[in-house]
């Protein structure tokens, strides 16, 4: 009797474990998919088509430069100035 008490338990664990991987794991691994999905988008910055349509048209602007940076002169902005002399070639 404990033979097929013990079958019986077997088989069960066996359908059991394979409803579980044709129904939960996909559904686990859809999930953990689109969370990982929209970590990523928020990270780059990504706008939705959808509200990117609600914003058009909206125009801003941004500016580096504050009151105090504006008395220096633009030479900071230019990059570096390199000195050479001209060879001649005769």
Partial sequence: MSLLRTL????LLYYAFKAITRYLLPFLAKRWVNKAQENFREQQGYVDPEE????????????????NTRSKSNKDDLGDYIEYEEIEEN
Wanted: no cysteine.
């Fill in 8 to 11: 019986l338990i077997l088989v």
């Fill in 52 to 67: 990117a349509k609600k914003r058009e048209g909206e125009i801003k602007v941004e500016t580096k430069q504050n009151n």
